[in-house]
């Protein structure tokens, strides 16, 4: 159980164009996702907080005009990638959990983007 | 302020035998959850174990284990009896309460690499 789904896997695109990523609960309902970015060999960070019905909560130094979070349904956000530069080039990885402090992330496959 | 810390950026260990990966974490809640993800190489997260902060015994799931010691607000991970298929990254993560709005941050991760 607890199946994330994380579309594409991998995208290029040009730079100036923009790219959506979609991240699916499939057998839970997902009140909160979250998106991650990760750099080669780094961490995961954290870009935002999505809540189903509501705008999303940024991190700090996070874009939230580039980076656009729609939550529109308990099963589905998407992240798009607005005017993408190659400097947006990453690995973005979304999350849910079914719970709070005692839930763990259940991670889609994460989306390898290149802007060339 | 970093709030899990991982300072082991790489170990090795040798197959069959058992390693131990460090955290510590930096937190004022009361209520948290500790827990430990793998990272192969081919970028998917995978859920190894949780520990909460009011649990008094250590987590244990099969080969791994939680070294809870709250007052020294370490999480340390110990692998006993390594495989080959253990060689990944390793992230400490934690999951704070309301004060932290249910965000998981995770540490700069550990590449463990098992030796034949």
């Known amino acids: 159980g607890a199946v994330v789904s994380q579309h594409p896997s991998r995208v290029i695109c040009k730079s100036g164009t923009s790219v959506k990523i979609e991240c699916r609960s499939l057998?839970?309902?997902?009140?909160?996702m979250f998106w991650y970015r990760q750099f080669p060999k780094k961490s995961l960070m954290l870009m935002a907080t999505?809540?189903?019905?509501?705008?999303?909560?940024?991190e700090q130094g996070v874009e939230k005009d580039k980076f656009l979070i729609n939550h529109a349904s308990l099963t589905l956000s998407t992240l798009t990638v607005t005017s993408a530069h190659p400097e947006d080039s990453s690995f973005y990885i979304c999350?849910?959990?079914?719970?709070?402090?005692?839930?763990?992330?259940?991670f889609g496959n994460g989306t390898r983007l290149t802007v060339t | 302020a970093q709030k899990i810390t991982q300072t082991q950026p790489g170990m090795f260990v040798q197959e069959k035998e058992a390693v131990t990966l460090d955290c510590t974490y930096d937190?004022?809640?009361?209520?948290?959850?500790l827990f430990w993800y793998k990272q192969p190489s081919s970028g998917e997260m995978i859920f190894l174990i949780y520990q909460g902060s009011y649990d008094e015994q250590n987590a244990t799931e099969g080969r791994y284990s939680l070294n809870f010691q709250k007052a020294r607000k370490s999480a340390n991970l110990v692998i006993s009896a390594s495989q080959l298929g253990d060689s990944a990254m390793y992230f400490c993560?934690?999951?704070?309460?309301?004060?932290?709005?249910?965000?998981?941050?995770f540490g700069a991760g550990t590449r463990l690499f098992v030796k034949a």
């Open positions: 993560a934690m999951r704070e309460g309301d004060t932290g709005g249910f965000k998981t941050i």
């Open positions: 999350s849910a959990s079914v719970g709070q402090t005692n839930s763990p992330l259940h």
């Open positions: 999505s809540n189903e019905g509501s705008k999303a909560t940024y």
């Open positions: 937190t004022s809640d009361q209520s948290y959850g």
């Open positions: 057998d839970f309902q997902a009140t909160t």
